[in-house]
């Protein structure tokens, strides 16, 4: 029996020791079992298993052959039983993660199409994606179930952009004419303080603003025009998530006359279904080949006011059409008074894969192309509504970045 001032689990030094080589084993899995001498608890024992299924699915034979060691199954009970036990084992940024590596790594995608399946996944951007990439081949049990699980998606994108989005657009449109009787919310200080610096009272260190400058607040009318062309190839799923779910808040704002177009080597005018985003994702055909051009052709003819409107061009720049056509296109736009911004993405992923070559010579002509974070597209619409330079802008957030 022990002594009572004896810890019954032996010394700190025994219990971290313990605790990290269980860590190890659930990092280095079963290989690492006999090295490490204690064991795992019950629940480090399922959330190891769960592991297991999906990263211990494949491995090496003696005879340079793929052998199956795990793995989810072939039934949708048992992918239901997994996705269960990792979101009681995991953290939903680690669910996420271990879905997307399911639906790579095992060809889960192909049981997404059973709508019981889909009421056990924790629903993310890159889920959506996949379920609108599915979309022709579902039945229409399982597409009522996708599109709910889609709007859940759409609704958490919304309730993260919508707002800054709408106050940065109002800032930047509603914003535009100057006043010298503003109202006190609508007072700018920065300018109203360098237009009375003559009157600097030293002996009390302070300016006597005897001119207010302000915005006036602009008619509700329509002020600009907006125009998003979205690349729907399968290399931009989470920027046509994204790109769709912006472009409704857009049109949602009544100082905008917002368009959708998607494109792929076809083209699809999506501004009708601007009122309901899901249904805008459920219009997209994510996958197949790219013209770009093709699609920046249609996009440029929705322009009514060159001078008024914002080209936002979602694309990775590879380009399977006509490359040459594509850059005089841009070019005689930028001409006409269109701003013009193209994003190699859209989305909270690293560094995209683009045409290096391409994006040169947009530059070249004067067209900023960058990536961007769906938290930093509100600030690039305010300064691009703003006619402001957006190249120097987006060198900024990337220095930032750094």
């Given at each position: ?5 004896e ?7 025994e219990?971290?020791?313990d605790?990290r080589?269980r860590?190890?084993?659930l990092?280095l ?6 090295a ?16 297991g ?5 494949e ?10 060691r795990?793995g ?9 039983r ?17 879905q997307?590596?399911a ?10 199409l ?6 056990s ?9 996949t ?6 081949v579902?039945p229409e049990t ?10 859940r998606?759409?609704?958490e994108?919304?309730?993260?952009i919508?707002?800054p ?5 109002h800032?930047?449109?509603?914003r535009a004419?100057?006043t010298?009787r503003p109202r006190p ?6 300018a ?6 003559k ?5 009390h260190?302070?300016v006597?603003p005897?001119r207010l400058?302000g915005?006036a ?20 799923a989470?920027s ?8 409704a ?9 917002t368009?959708?177009?998607?494109f ?11 009122d309901?985003p ?17 699609g ?8 009514r006011?060159?001078?008024?409107t914002?080209?936002?061009?979602v ?20 001409r ?6 193209v994003?190699?993405?859209l989305?909270?992923?690293g560094?995209p894969?683009?045409?290096h070559e ?5 530059e070249?002509?004067?067209?900023p192309?960058f990536?961007?974070t769906?938290d930093?597209?509100p ?14 802008w ?9």
């Amino acid at each position: 029996m022990p002594d009572a001032t004896e810890p019954v689990g032996g010394t700190p030094a025994e219990d971290e020791g313990d605790s990290r080589d269980r860590r190890w084993r659930l990092l280095l899995g079963e290989p690492a079992e006999e090295a490490l001498t204690p064991g795992l608890t019950v629940d480090e024992q399922q959330m190891d298993q769960a592991l297991g299924a999906l990263y211990d699915a494949e491995e090496p034979g003696e005879d340079g052959r793929t052998r199956r060691r795990g793995g989810l199954g072939a039934t949708a009970p048992s992918v239901a039983r997994w996705l269960g036990d990792i979101r009681t084992y995991f953290p939903t940024s680690v669910v996420q993660v271990l879905q997307r590596d399911a639906i790579e790594r095992l060809d889960l995608a192909s049981l997404l199409l059973e709508p019981e399946l889909l009421d056990s996944v924790q629903p993310d951007v890159h889920l959506a994606a996949t379920l609108v990439s599915l979309n022709r081949v579902m039945p229409e049990t399982t597409r009522r179930t996708a599109r709910v699980v889609v709007g859940r998606v759409v609704a958490e994108i919304e309730r993260r952009i919508a707002q800054p989005t709408r106050s940065a657009v109002h800032g930047a449109v509603n914003r535009a004419s100057r006043t010298s009787r503003p109202r006190p919310r609508d007072i700018d200080w920065n300018a109203t303080i360098a237009a009375n610096l003559k009157h600097y009272l030293p002996e009390h260190r302070t300016v006597v603003p005897e001119r207010l400058v302000g915005y006036a607040r602009a008619s509700p009318a329509v002020s600009r025009d907006v125009v998003v062309a979205l690349d729907q190839s399968g290399s931009m799923a989470e920027s046509v998530v994204f790109g769709a779910v912006f472009a409704a808040v857009l049109a949602s704002v009544r100082s905008l006359r917002t368009s959708l177009v998607v494109f792929d080597t076809e083209v699809v005018d999506l501004t009708p279904h601007l009122d309901d985003p899901v249904d805008v994702l459920f219009g997209c055909q994510l996958g197949g080949g790219t013209d770009i051009n093709r699609g920046l052709a249609y996009a440029a003819g929705l322009v009514r006011q060159p001078e008024n409107t914002l080209l936002v061009l979602v694309t990775d720049l590879f380009e399977g059409g006509d490359a040459e056509q594509l850059l005089r296109r841009v070019a005689s736009l930028v001409r006409s008074g269109v701003t013009v911004v193209v994003l190699l993405a859209l989305s909270d992923s690293g560094t995209p894969a683009y045409d290096h070559e391409h994006a040169a010579a947009l530059e070249a002509l004067g067209v900023p192309a960058f990536a961007c974070t769906p938290d930093a597209f509100p600030d690039l619409l305010a300064v691009a509504l703003r006619r402001g330079d957006v190249g120097a802008w987006a060198a900024q957030q990337q220095a930032g970045r750094a």
